[in-house]
């Protein structure tokens, strides 16, 4: 784990949505020290009317280039952790996007890591690199 649902705009290019993801990706190796292998991702492309944001909130503004980033995760990461995760997936995406900084909306949604995941075959499996 974690499971990762990107949103975004169905007009930028195969190479930045590819991009956007190994951003993410990356970031979860380097801050919540997730497996390599460990790479779960859905992009979801959305034409303009299926996305929806406001010009400004909490004195952010945002374009029709804003993306969504929705990472289900274990719980038993520290807030310093997630201040870090969120601040590496929106410089790394603004880095190597034309993504701005301020378009990149993070959601982290917590759960049981041990009971609440099943990687195929149906069954409840052992994620090792998870204390328990």
């Known amino acids: 784990m974690p499971f990762v649902r990107i949103s975004l705009p ?9 991009t956007i993801s190994e951003s993410i990706h990356y970031s979860l190796i380097e801050e919540f020290n997730i497996p390599k292998e460990d790479y779960f991702h859905v992009i979801e492309e959305l034409e303009p009317h299926q996305i929806k944001y406001p010009e400004s909130y909490l004195g952010i503004s945002h374009s029709d280039e804003i993306i969504y980033v929705q990472i289900t995760a274990g719980q038993g990461r520290t807030l310093e952790q997630k201040k870090k995760l969120y601040h590496q997936i929106a410089t790394r995406i603004s880095s190597t996007t034309s993504i701005l900084i301020n378009n990149v909306i993070i959601v982290l949604l917590e759960n049981n890591g041990h ?4 990687f195929g075959n149906g069954e409840i499996q052992e994620q090792k690199h998870l204390k328990k």
């Open 115 to 118: 009971e609440n995941w099943s």
């Open 10 to 18: 169905k007009k930028l290019s195969q190479e930045t949505k590819n």
